[in-house]
């Protein structure tokens, strides 16, 4: 591991203090209340959680103890009893949002459809039944591979609601992917759907469902539940293969919330590392949903009236905690839009903003980027007045893109939310809070409260202000992941061993490298580890490797992220082929099309060069500090001299 530079980070001065109008009727509407209660949760965590647990969450059973901390492993509220289904959908029906809209969904073709709570809590329900008749118990993990329609979100719930762990595979991920992620997590069922509309085509998803299952591909899987959207002709297999619409209308809409542990497992999202083989990041009920919900409430200052929109895909942890669960929890209007911009239609999102009166709008820098390129000409002719809040999250976000967002898009008015977080740690981590703080373009900003962040060397020692080192957390938090589905031992040695613990105390290391300054702001300055963060998707750099190596001409790849103005890092690798093969470029062609078969399109390497050999160490480590230099066209940064081959350098160099 590299240690981080700050050179990447402009020394960005302007500072940005709350509306004073949005401030005086924020949730938290001060920086004194905001470091009240940041102080008042380091004093005393568990006390500063278990006061919100009560207050802002329905238990059938409160717990016995706050947090069982035997590190790595944590327990929030043991013994209590939920149902996050519950505080998401029923809670809700005893009020006057009974008849609210809960999700609001625009199809790319136009098509529309918006669900009050009870009608999504009957959808849930019926749906949960269906599972139920499919065999699926509490325990049982389902597979969900679908695309942004209203039933990506009643299947995570009608899992939810009957206990069985979802696992939500973005359908971006080819038919290889999904069937190694199947069979990780075991899966009992899988729900699809023909296809779903993306950039004016119709994107197929069952025929990657029937890829990953033939020849007993998911031996696990029994049954796939297919909804019908883009009307394709697809094979139904039978015996295994129903259509939703033929099976939810039909089942009964009473389906009580199964009593779950807090402790139960709500589901698992896989999520690239340093290793070839993704790994299933667990998160379960109780602390999930507090926190899921505590940070939607106070970092989005949802109001009962707005309309909230998150533009991820529910197959991606953003999706999971702030489209579906943080914001029903909170009783709120959730957005779902399928498409994106797209030559037909590049102001689309700015049309839906207009329609629905969006207020609150939640994207990434990468399509922040993408919306400058195509010209302010898009947002300007739609009325964007309704907007009162931004939000980012995924990768840095450089200050010049941060200031297009506050001017073209908020109209100078409003705040700027970018939040750091993971699929690890389930919500924000650090984030400003609308009302409380003054905002620095491309800083993250404070921690949220409750959240102990700091800056320490590989050592674990204090960095001084304004000195790059590693992000790390030292006290547990609500929905920190519980393990690696299935490898405890994985879990421990990538969050919880590369900082040696100090005195018995653990401390969570999220592998981002990051600089406090003199403010307490944090600057997020990119991963630290083998992980590449492409239009804010996460891609760990030996899974392409393992992917382009699985190909008959390769002999050896190395994988590594040159910096790019729209995606934010692109795929570069470096590739020495079998002496079979000779070099072309239909076989560089190929080799990228052999990375979307076996990962998906998301991974397709921007660059595929050729080489001789691949810089190494004498014991055989391949040198990728080169490499990264070479593929950003910049020198060779350090000493060569450990290196096994000089003139490997000297002809990677000459090829640039
Ligand atoms: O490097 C950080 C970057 O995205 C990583 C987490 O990726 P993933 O688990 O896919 O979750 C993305 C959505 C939460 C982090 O380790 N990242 C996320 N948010 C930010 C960020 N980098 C800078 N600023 C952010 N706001």
Same mark, same amino acid.
């Given at each position: 591991?590299?240690?981080?530079?700050?050179?990447?980070?402009?020394?960005?001065?302007?500072?940005?203090?709350?509306?004073?109008?949005?401030?005086?009727?924020?949730?938290?509407?001060?920086?004194?209340?905001?470091?009240?209660?940041?102080?008042?949760?380091?004093?005393?965590?568990?006390?500063?959680?278990?006061?919100?647990?009560?207050?802002?969450?329905?238990?059938?059973?409160?717990?016995?103890?706050?947090?069982?901390?035997?590190?790595?492993?944590?327990?929030?509220?043991?013994?209590?009893?939920?149902?996050?289904?519950?505080?998401?959908?029923?809670?809700?029906?005893?009020?006057?949002?009974?008849?609210?809209?809960?999700?609001?969904?625009?199809?790319?073709?136009?098509?529309?459809?918006?669900?009050?709570?009870?009608?999504?809590?009957?959808?849930?329900?019926?749906?949960?039944?269906?599972?139920?008749?499919?065999?699926?118990?509490?325990?049982?993990?389902?597979?969900?591979?679908?695309?942004?329609?209203?039933?990506?979100?009643?299947?995570?719930?009608?899992?939810?609601?009957?206990?069985?762990?979802?696992?939500?595979?973005?359908?971006?991920?080819?038919?290889?992917?999904?069937?190694?992620?199947?069979?990780?997590?075991?899966?009992?069922?899988?729900?699809?759907?023909?296809?779903?509309?993306?950039?004016?085509?119709?994107?197929?998803?069952?025929?990657?469902?029937?890829?990953?299952?033939?020849?007993?591909?998911?031996?696990?899987?029994?049954?796939?539940?297919? %909804?019908?959207?883009?009307?394709?002709?697809?094979?139904?297999?039978?015996?295994?293969?129903?259509?939703?619409?033929?099976?939810?209308?039909?089942?009964?809409?009473?389906?009580?919330?199964?009593?779950?542990?807090?402790?139960?497992?709500?589901?698992?999202?896989?999520?690239?590392?340093?290793?070839?083989?993704?790994?299933?990041?667990?998160?379960?009920?109780?602390?999930?949903?507090?926190?899921?919900?505590?940070?939607?409430?106070?970092?989005?200052?949802?109001?009962?009236?707005?309309?909230?929109?998150?533009?991820?895909? %529910?197959?991606?942890?953003?999706?999971?905690?702030?489209?579906?669960?943080?914001?029903?929890?909170?009783?709120?209007?959730?957005?779902?839009?399928?498409?994106?911009? @797209?030559?037909?239609?590049?102001?689309?999102?700015?049309?839906?903003?207009?329609?629905?009166?969006?207020?609150?709008?939640?994207?990434?820098?990468?399509?922040?980027?993408?919306?400058?390129?195509?010209?302010?000409?898009?947002?300007?002719?739609?009325?964007?007045?309704?907007? @009162?809040?931004?939000?980012?999250?995924?990768?840095?976000?450089?200050?010049?893109?941060?200031?297009?967002?506050?001017?073209?898009?908020?109209?100078?008015?409003?705040?700027?939310?970018?939040?750091?977080?993971?699929?690890?740690?389930?919500?924000?981590?650090?984030?400003?809070?609308?009302?409380?703080?003054?905002?620095?373009?491309?800083?993250?900003?404070?921690?949220?409260?409750?959240?102990?962040?700091?800056?320490?060397?590989?050592?674990?020692?204090?960095?001084?202000?304004?000195?790059?080192?590693?992000?790390?957390?030292?006290?547990?938090?609500?929905?920190?992941?519980?393990?690696?589905?299935?490898?405890?031992?994985?879990?421990?040695?990538?969050?919880?061993?590369?900082?040696?613990?100090?005195?018995?105390?653990?401390?969570?290391?999220?592998?981002?490298? %990051?600089?406090?300054?003199?403010?307490?702001?944090?600057?997020?300055?990119?991963?630290?580890?083998?992980?590449?963060?492409?239009?804010?998707?996460?891609?760990?750099?030996?899974?392409?490797? #393992?992917?382009?190596?699985?190909?008959?001409?390769?002999?050896?790849?190395?994988? %590594?992220?040159?910096?790019?103005?729209?995606?934010?890092?692109?795929?570069?690798?470096?590739?020495?082929?079998?002496?079979?093969?000779?070099? #072309?470029?239909?076989?560089?062609?190929?080799?990228?099309?052999?990375?979307?078969?076996?990962?998906?399109?998301?991974?397709?390497?921007?660059?595929?060069?050729?080489?001789?050999?691949?810089?190494?160490?004498?014991?055989?480590?391949?040198?990728?500090?080169?490499?990264?230099?070479?593929?950003?066209?910049?020198?060779?940064?350090?000493?060569?001299?450990?290196?096994?081959?000089?003139?490997?350098?000297?002809?990677?160099?000459?090829?640039?």
């Amino acid at each position: 591991m590299s240690q981080p530079t700050i050179e990447s980070i402009l020394q960005e001065q302007r500072l940005f203090p709350p509306p004073a109008d949005l401030a005086a009727q924020a949730e938290i509407k001060s920086a004194e209340e905001y470091e009240q209660l940041y102080a008042k949760a380091e004093a005393d965590p568990q006390a500063f959680w278990a006061e919100l647990a009560e207050k802002e969450l329905d238990w059938f059973e409160k717990w016995d103890t706050v947090l069982d901390w035997q590190p790595p492993f944590a327990k929030w509220f043991v013994g209590g009893k939920l149902n996050i289904t519950y505080n998401c959908l029923d809670r809700h029906l005893k009020t006057w949002r009974r008849n609210k809209a809960a999700l609001i969904w625009e199809g790319e073709p136009g098509d529309s459809r918006t669900l009050t709570y009870a009608q999504l809590h009957r959808e849930v329900c019926q749906t949960a039944n269906v599972l139920k008749q499919l065999g699926v118990g509490k325990g049982d993990r389902v597979g969900i591979y679908m695309p942004m329609v209203p039933e990506a979100a009643i299947a995570m719930l009608a899992c939810a609601r009957i206990g069985a762990p979802h696992t939500v595979v973005f359908g971006g991920f080819s038919a290889e992917a999904l069937k190694d992620r199947l069979n990780d997590a075991e899966a009992k069922l899988v729900i699809t759907a023909d296809g779903g509309f993306r950039k004016d085509k119709a994107v197929p998803l069952k025929t990657a469902v029937d890829k990953a299952l033939a020849d007993n591909g998911v031996p696990s899987v029994n049954n796939v539940l297919v %909804v019908q959207r883009t009307k394709a002709d697809v094979t139904m297999a039978s015996n295994r293969d129903h259509w939703w619409h033929e099976l939810v209308p039909a089942a009964s809409a009473d389906c009580p919330p199964e009593p779950m542990d807090s402790e139960d497992m709500l589901f698992i999202l896989y999520t690239s590392g340093t290793t070839g083989r993704p790994k299933g990041v667990v998160h379960t009920t109780g602390g999930y949903n507090l926190y899921t919900h505590m940070t939607c409430k106070w970092a989005f200052d949802l109001k009962d009236n707005d309309v909230y929109w998150c533009t991820a895909d %529910v197959g991606w942890i953003t999706g999971h905690s702030y489209i579906v669960y943080g914001p029903l929890s909170n009783g709120a209007t959730s957005l779902m839009y399928e498409g994106a911009p @797209r030559p037909s239609n590049p102001g689309c999102f700015w049309d839906v903003v207009e329609k629905y009166g969006v207020n609150i709008f939640y994207t990434a820098p990468t399509a922040i980027r993408a919306f400058i390129k195509l010209g302010d000409q898009h947002p300007q002719a739609r009325n964007l007045s309704s907007l @009162r809040i931004l939000g980012t999250v995924g990768e840095p976000i450089n200050p010049e893109a941060w200031i297009w967002y506050q001017q073209v898009i908020g109209g100078g008015k409003c705040p700027i939310i970018d939040t750091w977080w993971q699929t690890e740690t389930g919500g924000f981590m650090i984030t400003p809070l609308p009302g409380a703080t003054s905002t620095k373009p491309g800083s993250a900003t404070r921690p949220f409260p409750g959240i102990l962040a700091d800056v320490v060397d590989l050592d674990g020692n204090p960095v001084a202000d304004n000195e790059g080192g590693y992000l790390v957390v030292r006290h547990p938090w609500p929905s920190m992941m519980r393990t690696v589905y299935g490898d405890d031992d994985r879990f421990r040695r990538t969050y919880w061993e590369h900082i040696p613990p100090k005195d018995g105390k653990y401390v969570y290391f999220a592998g981002d490298g %990051v600089r406090r300054d003199e403010d307490g702001y944090f600057w997020i300055m990119g991963r630290v580890d083998d992980v590449i963060n492409v239009s804010g998707h996460r891609l760990g750099t030996m899974e392409i490797e #393992s992917a382009l190596v699985s190909h008959p001409a390769v002999a050896e790849a190395a994988v %590594v992220g040159r910096p790019d103005d729209l995606k934010g890092e692109d795929v570069f690798a470096f590739v020495t082929l079998e002496n079979t093969h000779p070099p #072309s470029d239909e076989l560089n062609s190929e080799l990228k099309q052999h990375v979307v078969n076996e990962i998906g399109v998301i991974a397709r390497p921007g660059e595929i060069r050729f080489a001789d050999a691949l810089p190494k160490t004498r014991s055989g480590k391949i040198i990728r500090r080169f490499l990264r230099n070479l593929a950003s066209g910049e020198d060779i940064a350090g000493d060569a001299s450990t290196m096994e081959d000089q003139s490997v350098l000297d002809k990677l160099r000459q090829g640039s």
